[in-house]
């Protein structure tokens, strides 16, 4: 084994996403992600059918990650596995999983905070070749349960400057592509539909709070009111005005999330602006951070696409970080489905 260069196996089930990844270093080898279905037909993520799911895709999953990796399991040096935050049913699956494999082959096991790895993802090495922040670096870490914007100061110096109050930024997505009628999880169909529409045809009222917190719950619920009125003036007014809705809808939701970091990195004076999580898929917001660059002069970092939604690859990456500082879990460890940030 290289003690800089070790072999990585990571495993995330924190939400509905089974997912297995082999590093060697930084460099990632293979990251493969078994995404689940079943939840669609009920409009959100039920969290005992992603357990279950969890239960059959673990194996599959993993061996897969291994032969795209080509590697043995007699090579891995050490298990990574996210121990939260995330749904306990889901997230004893990976830990349970993990643990078993590092005990059955006397190997180190690593505990990662999901948030984190999010955020150290931006340190993959890949096909991408894309340049890296360097510290200290503010991230807007967006995704289905959390908004917050956080100071990355070293792989494991986290401080959060500002977060929702109430909904996440996924969520908000979410929940308002239900309201319009279209299928879990509605953040991609949402950006999907509107690339088409005009984002300045609707306007919704931005949010009160705190200098460096969101707030999206008010967004919601002034969506569905907006939809409920014209509804009852032209019951086919969704149908018709999909991809303006859509489009303004993101737009709002981008101006938010934008107004409040540029806010926040004027504060701290820190000019590299990174974004993480499931929503830095999402077109409007790349598109706006990139603008930063030329309007603000930041400099700006966007993970490829295979690294916002949930991913074993970026576990991995922040296992690598903690298995050089030695820092290790015991084999009886067990998840936790609330941890901050600042935990771990
Ligand atoms: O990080 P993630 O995969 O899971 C959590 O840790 O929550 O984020 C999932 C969230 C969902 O709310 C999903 O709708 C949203 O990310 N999302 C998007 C896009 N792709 C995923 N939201 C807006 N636009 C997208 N393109
Ligand atoms: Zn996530």
């Not at 670096?137 to 401080?159: A, D, M, N, R, Y």
């Not at 200098?211 to 002034?222: I, M, N, R």
Request: charged share 20%.
């Amino acid at each position: 084994m290289s003690s800089t260069s070790p072999i990585i196996l990571s495993i995330e089930s924190s939400c509905d996403d089974t997912s297995a990844a082999v590093l060697k270093g930084k460099q990632l080898l293979s990251n493969v992600t078994a995404d689940q279905k079943v939840h669609k037909a009920y409009g959100g993520v039920v969290p005992e059918l992603a357990s279950r799911a969890h239960q059959q895709n673990i194996i599959p999953v993993v061996e897969q990650a291994l032969k795209l990796a080509n590697i043995n399991k007699d090579a891995i040096d050490a298990v990574a596995f996210t121990r939260g935050p995330g749904l306990l049913g889901s997230l004893l699956v990976g830990t349970s999983f993990a643990k078993s494999f590092a005990m059955a082959r006397n190997i180190p096991l690593i505990e990662v905070n999901h948030m984190r790895g999010h955020i150290l993802a931006h340190f993959i090495e890949d096909e991408h070749h894309l340049p890296k922040p360097s510290f200290p670096f503010l991230c807007l870490t967006v995704s289905g349960g959390h908004t917050q914007i956080v100071k990355v100061s070293s792989p494991s110096e986290f401080k959060i400057i500002g977060q929702t109050i109430d909904d996440a930024a996924g969520e908000a997505f979410d929940k308002i592509a239900k309201i319009i009628g279209l299928p879990y999880p509605g953040g991609p169909l949402i950006d999907k539909n509107a690339q088409e529409g005009n984002p300045k045809r609707f306007e919704f009222t931005h949010p009160k709070v705190g200098e460096f917190d969101y707030s999206f719950s008010g967004l919601k619920t002034g969506v569905l009111y907006f939809l409920q009125k014209e509804i009852k003036k032209n019951p086919d007014f969704i149908k018709e005005n999909l991809a303006d809705i859509c489009a303004s809808v993101q737009h709002t939701i981008v101006s938010i999330l934008i107004k409040t970091y540029k806010k926040a990195a004027k504060a701290e004076g820190i000019t590299q602006l990174a974004i993480a999580g499931g929503v830095s898929a999402n077109s409007g917001l790349r598109k706006a951070l990139k603008d930063l660059e030329v309007t603000n002069g930041y400099k700006t970092f966007i993970p490829p696409f295979s690294y916002c939604t949930d991913n074993a690859a970026m576990i991995g990456i922040a296992g690598y970080y903690k298995f050089l500082e030695n820092d290790f879990a015991p084999y009886t460890i067990s998840p936790k489905a609330r941890l901050t940030i600042n935990s771990l």
